[in-house]
T-cell receptor
Framework: AQSVSQHNHHVILSEAASLELGCNYSYGGTVNLFWYVQYPGQHLQLLLKYFSGDPLVKGIKGFEAEFIKSKFSFNLRKPSVQWSDTAEYFC?????????????FGTGTRLKVLA | GAGVSQTPSNKVTEKGKYVELRCDPI?????LYWYRQSLGQGPEFLIY????????DSGLPNDRFFAVRPEGSVSTLKIQRTERGDSAVYLCASSLVGTYGYTFGSGTRLTVV
């Protein structure tokens, strides 16, 4: 079965620091990869997605993620975080092993940005 | 509506009781999904509707859980004989069939005491 690992459960950064959140998945075939964000008190929102093509994907709010097939990774990055980036971030996979409509989510990373 | 609406936002119930959780998807979205998010975990798939029928209910944990979508719009997740382990946030999402990236609702936080 597919699985998604997010190794950082809690991250605390100061404003303007750089961010990298790790995500590894288990499936070796073709997958679609996603990052979702959940701001305090709000619903899950799509941050960015990768289907194919350029492995460096740019999303909203200055976030980007890099797909490295050889490492089964899809890490999320942001060069300079802001206080408003405080949220929980979820990596997710969707692919043939998960029915092409069904997400498999990681356990999430809680990011706290100190002003 | 503009987004996916879930009611109630919070539900506290006693162990053994029956509960219904409602989801109102975005108008025109034929695909509807239920997920469950337990404390400290990511959302876990429960069931997927395409129109009125459940296309995949493989994530329902046991036969106490059931979901319907009789007219292809609003869906109700029903839990019988609730247990403390059912306490979680139940998320609903909808999408157009064949598109990736759902719109999630804000969830119903169910607490079984």
């Amino acid at each position: 079965a597919q699985s998604v690992s997010q190794h950082n459960h809690h991250v605390i950064l100061s404003e303007a620091a750089s961010l990298e959140l790790g995500c590894n998945y288990s499936y070796g075939g073709t997958v679609n990869l996603f990052w979702y964000v959940q701001y305090p008190g709000q619903h899950l929102q799509l941050l960015l997605k990768y289907f194919s093509g350029d492995p460096l994907v740019k999303g909203i709010k200055g976030f980007e993620a890099e797909f490295i097939k050889s490492k089964f990774s899809f890490n999320l990055r942001k060069p300079s975080v802001q206080w408003s980036d405080t949220a929980e971030y979820f990596c997710a996979v969707m692919g043939p092993g998960s029915g092409t409509y069904k997400y498999i989510f990681g356990t999430g990373t809680r990011l706290k940005v100190l002003a | 509506g503009a987004g996916v609406s879930q009611t109630p936002s919070n539900k506290v119930t006693e162990k053994g009781k029956y509960v219904e959780l409602r989801c109102d998807p975005i108008s025109g979205h034929t695909a509807l999904y239920w997920y469950r998010q337990s404390l400290g975990q990511g959302p876990e798939f429960l069931i997927y509707f395409q129109g009125t029928g459940a296309a995949d209910d493989s994530g329902l944990p046991n036969d106490r859980f059931f979901a319907v979508r009789p007219e292809g719009s609003v869906s109700t997740l029903k839990i019988q004989r609730t247990e403390r382990g059912d306490s979680a946030v139940y998320l609903c999402a909808s999408s157009l069939v064949g598109t990736y990236g759902y719109t999630f609702g804000s969830g119903t936080r169910l607490t079984v005491v």
